[in-house]
């Protein structure tokens, strides 16, 4: 494995991670410009992609990077607070590219790695329709929710998964970083304890309206690397047409310590640490905390 794409950091109050991760993005078969931007570095690992038929796409999704990066600690955990001003700061910044209809957007999501009382975990954050995947403990689950017109569908009981991917305006989505939604946009996040084996998927809807969560979980099953993932992932985009630009992001938690699985019953749905106060932490991998950000 390169060792490049390989980091271990350890905290002050004794958590410690060991991770490795791999990238891959593609303009697609049918789009002249990619307007997906991602990061690896640690803490922060995301995907964003840049509203597709808005002014300068690239540009929105370029600056979430930017800005995210820059608001995040550089090889260290964040805390939920550093995590909840650098998605403040990049709304502020999209908001300020432009207004009104056609304003450039982008969309969110990923995870920063942290602690919770001296725990190691992962904070998810989502904005959009890019999805961040888990799989942990032989389970796969999409752990973000989509913000998508098709997903309130979903949710109300109207359409069924297989209605659902033949649907019209799949990608007419409810909540945008810019894309004229201004300065105070929510972000749901979720708290989910990190342990070793468990192999995290970032994508915009590149992949996932073109591949079937059940081949994105057995393509993260079957291959050894997070490098290897995200390639295949994205070649099969490619294969099944590539409307879109595609990317990916794989992050393998190689190891993990102090382990949640070692702590007395009723530690993981303690009150959060006090950086982040209206996190908790999810027991048995449920993953219905959903937290809207306030915003400044």
């Not at 995907?47 to 808005?54: C, E, F, K, L, P």
């Not at 799949?170 to 201004?182: E, F, P």
Request: glycine share 10%; proline share 5%.
């Amino acid at each position: 494995m390169n060792p490049e794409n390989v980091a271990e950091v350890s905290s002050p109050a004794g958590a410690t991670l060991k991770i490795a991760f791999g990238a891959r993005t593609d303009v697609g078969r049918r789009r002249k410009l990619n307007e997906d931007a991602w990061a690896a570095r640690f803490p922060a690992f995301f995907v964003a992609d840049g509203m597709g038929g808005h002014r300068a796409g690239d540009v929105a999704s370029q600056a979430v990077v930017t800005q995210m990066l820059s608001s995040l600690p550089d090889g260290a955990f964040a805390t939920g607070q550093d995590l909840q001003s650098a998605i403040s700061q990049v709304a502020l910044e999209l908001a300020a590219l432009g207004s009104g209809q056609g304003a450039p957007g982008s969309t969110l999501t990923g995870l920063v790695f942290s602690e919770h009382r001296g725990l190691p975990c992962a904070r998810v954050f989502n904005i959009g329709d890019s999805r961040t995947y888990l799989l942990s403990g032989g389970e796969f689950s999409q752990v973000t929710v989509d913000h998508s017109e098709v997903q309130e569908l979903l949710d109300s009981g109207s359409v069924t998964d297989v209605e659902a991917r033949a649907l019209p305006r799949q990608n007419v989505i409810t909540r945008a970083l810019g894309a004229g939604s201004g300065p105070n946009v929510p972000a749901d996040l979720f708290v989910v304890p990190a342990s070793e084996g468990d192999r995290w998927v970032m994508c915009s809807d590149g992949l996932s309206g073109e591949v079937t969560d059940a081949l994105i979980e057995t393509v993260t099953r079957a291959l050894p690397t997070p490098q290897e993932v995200a390639d295949e992932l994205v070649s099969m985009a490619l294969t099944a047409g590539g409307k879109d630009n595609v990317t990916v992001v794989v992050v393998d938690v190689l190891e993990a310590s102090p382990r949640w699985s070692d702590q007395p019953v009723g530690d993981e749905t303690a009150a959060a640490d006090n950086d982040c106060v209206e996190d908790t932490i999810p027991t048995h991998r449920e993953y219905d905390l959903t937290v809207d950000v306030a915003r400044d």
